[in-house]
């Protein structure tokens, strides 16, 4: 029961990276290879900031939230208007940079050892227990990153988004903004993705630097393009398959053979397989990745 | 003189990225794919040097050509199960680029299911030091020098003096054709990824000898090539060998006054400052204008 | 008649090549101007820089009394100029009625308004929906407003992108070559539009246009650009006798021959 409580809570924690990435490479076009790094910003503050500066978990978590995407504009300024190539390889350079920068910085970070100690959040006087106190958290989180997602997926924005993902020409002629929307979108999926960050720290209660990486990157990627550009329903459906799918090995059994790598080769294969027979996922719409 | 050193070897790492460099430029100028697996091509050469000489007992030489042919053809497997049929389907840039990270995955995976993640070893102990004046050469510092002086030459001739060669560059120019100068471009393709891993093979040889074999070592080096590309300018090949020597310069050069963990952020603050204040490189034209 | 557009002295160079060398020509408002000329006459490098796509190396552009030379693309259109492209370049995925609703800026656009959008909000993309239809109604498309785009013929497409440049209620619109490509009978409906336009919305309406019986027939003005100069404006007829008209379309040894 205990972990089936784990998985559910992962599952919805990637459920929330996966909506706030497809913000971003579904709607805006903007193919951030970089994205696991805003959710290890977001873990970091949130443990920085309640572990050692003593805030308090909702102030933690909100300024978790503004440092992702304080940081996705900084970053987003000069490299947003980059060639589609240029900005994956800027992303990910500075991805490499958050990671190397995470485990160097130990007057801040404690380097490799990481942070214990995140505590639970509470409300009033009631702290939020592990099982299922965590997961009504999580859940609740899920639904409010989900809700607003769903908000901006059915207003006018949507349609400015997806124009710029077009063609930005076109887009530019038609009165849109296209900087400054597209480092908004940007700042906004930097946003959720720490506040993705904040929800992990809380639940594992410690932070630390790998799991941040190129790995995780591709788990990311992976599970959008598994569940399908522009779908809410698909973002859930990435990440509940790419999760639940290792499981299955546990039964069928793989004796003598490392889960992890069996896990990655899949995921390989699986993103091969997907761009050749069904580039828009599983569940996704036809729009999104022009594939 | 650390700093004479440190120089050296920078040389010595940036003859070696400038091989993949190279190799990664010719595939990335004649098909615009941000050939991520070309990581695994690199690794995969490494295995077939280790299984060369260490379960078939090769004398060297044999191992290396081995090793060579090996990477060359991983490379033309790839372009063949993996970015051919994508291809053929008409796919964006980013389902080409999101296929390429599923090899890159898949390939480090299998890899580490075959043969463990443990560093398997080709040699043992120290090499020779070779004592001048102050500085001292391995024989890996000799020979990468060496590679490098025999190969470019060599490739320089073949893209410029051969028929082959000059369709691949006439390719680079302009990527969308489908013939060029009467061959078939999907032929094209093989031949591109060909030269290009067959070069990433002979600098895994080196490190495969040096250091042991991984099987996550291509990526780093895949990713330090790609970003010499970008800071020597995309589409054309002595600045992608230029940037690489100025990375692996860099690199070693930083030792001087930082710890050897800060590599990653001298060399991709090195990228950002680029993209920042030069994104065309230090040669190149920038590719992707904006298209009114 | 006011000019409504002003552009002065404009002059771009790519690399050595002067694609528009000091042209200068104006747009009187409620009026068809078209911008004719041979190829590589610098027409198109001409609507870049009065559209904002590209900055001019010198000269003025002034739209409605305003500077705009150098500004963004967005700014422009704001102040109520918009532009169509050679080719439709209609987004393919969307539904023909959201490519339309596409050109109407509206505040449900801001993140912030589109989470907490109230009744003014909804009301703001209500009217845009409406006028969508209207002017999907007014080039013929409505009965398809909820097809994909990408099922539209070439020539559908075209009148959907002016649809599109023409729902953000704009004083002046640039049309680059909108008769290229048509069958006889859109073609004809195209001029009928663009003829409605003038007539009774009112509007402005700067064209390319290579073919002369459109633009002989429905031009107010007429502006002959050669290498990347404006040579000759006027009437129709007054630029039809016009010598360089002859030497552009013709070729030199014509204009020697009629001599």
Redesign the interface.
């Known amino acids: 029961m205990e972990y089936l409580q784990h998985l559910l809570i992962m599952v919805m924690i990637y459920a929330c990276l996966t909506v706030s990435l497809d913000l971003n490479i579904g709607h805006a076009g903007i193919l951030s290879f970089g994205h696991a790094s805003f959710y290890g910003i977001g873990a970091y503050t949130t443990a920085i900031l309640t572990v050692y500066a003593g805030l308090d978990w909702f102030t933690a978590m909100v300024l978790a939230f503004a440092m992702g995407a304080f940081i996705a504009v900084l970053i987003g300024l000069p490299t947003l208007r980059l060639g589609g190539d240029y900005f994956i390889l800027a992303l990910f350079g500075f991805s490499l940079i958050v990671t190397s920068l995470i485990i160097n910085m130990e007057w801040l970070t404690n380097g490799p050892f990481g942070i214990r100690g995140v505590p639970r959040p509470s409300i009033g006087s009631y702290q939020v227990q592990s099982g299922y106190g965590m997961l009504g958290f999580i859940a609740i989180m899920t639904a409010f990153i989900f809700f607003v997602h769903w908000r901006f997926a059915s207003s006018p924005m949507k349609a400015a988004l997806h124009a710029i993902r077009d063609d930005e020409s076109v887009a530019m002629s038609l009165g849109i903004n296209v900087v400054r929307t597209k480092i908004i979108v940007f700042a906004l999926g930097g946003g959720f993705a720490a506040l993705c960050g904040a929800m992990g720290a809380f639940y594992f209660r410690f932070v630390s630097a790998d799991g941040y990486g190129l790995q995780t990157i591709i788990l990311l990627w992976a599970m959008l393009f598994v569940g399908g550009n522009c779908s809410l329903l698909g973002a859930f459906v990435g990440p509940a398959v790419l999760m639940l799918f290792p499981e299955l090995f546990r039964f069928i059994g793989g004796q003598g053979w490392d889960i992890g790598h069996i896990q990655e080769a899949l995921y390989g294969l699986l993103l091969i397989l997907l761009m050749m027979f069904r580039p828009q996922g599983l569940v996704g719409n036809k729009v999104g990745l022009r594939a | 003189m650390l700093l004479l050193q440190l120089f050296i070897d920078g040389l010595a790492s940036g003859a070696l990225y400038a091989l993949t460099a190279v190799g990664f430029a010719i595939i990335y100028n004649g098909t615009r794919i941000l050939h991520m697996a070309h990581g695994a091509v690199f690794t995969a050469g490494g295995y077939a040097l280790y299984i060369a000489v260490k379960l078939l007992h090769l004398p060297m030489p044999v191992a290396v050509i081995v090793a060579l042919a090996s990477a060359a053809a991983f490379g033309v497997l790839i372009d063949l199960l993996v970015y051919r049929p994508l291809r053929a389907r008409k796919s964006s840039e980013a389902a080409l680029f999101i296929g390429s990270i599923g090899a890159l995955t898949l390939c480090q995976a299998v890899f580490a299911l075959i043969f463990t993640t443990d560093t398997l070893y080709l040699r043992q102990g120290p090499l020779p030091l070779y004592d001048i004046g102050e500085i001292s050469l391995t024989i890996m510092h000799i020979i990468a020098a060496a590679i490098v002086i025999v190969v470019f030459p060599i490739l320089h001739l073949f893209l410029t003096r051969t028929k082959y060669g000059r369709a691949i560059r006439a390719l680079a120019d302009n990527p969308k054709l489908s013939v060029v100068r009467g061959v078939n471009v999907e032929r094209l393709y093989m031949l591109i990824f060909a030269i290009g891993s067959l070069l990433a093979g002979f600098a895994v040889s080196l490190i495969a000898y040096d250091l042991g074999v991984r099987p996550e070592m291509g990526f780093p080096v895949m990713f330090v090539s790609l970003v010499a590309v970008i800071v020597g300018g995309v589409g054309y090949l002595p600045g992608a060998a230029a940037g690489a020597f100025l990375l692996g310069l860099l690199q070693n050069l930083s030792l001087w006054q930082l710890s050897g963990r800060w590599q990653d952020v001298v060399v991709f603050g090195a990228l950002l400052i680029f993209l920042l204040f030069r994104p065309a490189g230090l040669f190149g034209h920038m590719l992707s204008t904006r298209r009114v | 008649m006011t000019a409504v557009l002003d552009v002065s002295g404009i002059s771009k160079r790519f690399g050595g090549l002067a694609a528009v060398d000091n042209a200068s020509f104006t747009v009187e408002e409620h009026t068809i101007t078209s911008l004719i000329g041979p190829n590589g006459a610098g027409k198109t490098t001409a609507f870049?820089i009065v559209?904002?796509?590209?900055k001019p190396d010198s000269g003025t552009v002034t739209f409605a009394g305003q500077p705009i030379e150098g500004r963004?693309?967005?700014d422009i259109?704001?102040l109520g100029m918009?532009?169509?492209?050679q080719d439709p370049?209609v987004?393919?995925?969307?539904t023909v009625l959201?490519n339309v609703?596409?050109?109407?800026?509206?505040k449900?656009?801001?993140?912030f308004?589109?989470?907490m959008?109230g009744a003014k909000v909804n009301a703001q993309?209500k009217a845009?929906r409406e006028r969508a239809e209207r002017i999907l109604e007014d080039v013929g498309l409505l009965a398809r407003a909820k097809e994909e785009a990408s099922a539209l013929s070439f020539g559908e497409q075209r009148f959907l992108s002016i649809a599109?440049?023409l729902v953000?209620e704009p004083r002046i619109v640039l049309l680059d070559e909108p008769t290229v490509g048509l069958d006889r009978s859109t073609f004809g409906k195209l001029v009928e539009l663009m003829k409605n336009l003038v007539t009774k919305e009112r509007k402005t309406i700067l064209l390319i246009e290579h073919n002369m019986d459109v633009v002989m027939s429905i031009s107010d003005k007429v502006v002959l650009m050669m290498q990347g100069t404006t040579v000759a404006s006027g009437t129709p007829a007054e630029v039809r006798g016009h010598r360089s008209m002859v030497e552009a379309y013709l070729g030199k040894r014509h204009v020697a021959a009629s001599q």
């Open positions: 870049n559209s904002g796509f590209l963004e693309p967005h259109y704001r918009a532009r169509t492209f370049r987004f393919q995925e969307m959201d609703m596409v050109g109407v800026r509206q449900g656009e801001a993140p308004w589109a989470i959008r993309w845009a599109r440049a953000g």
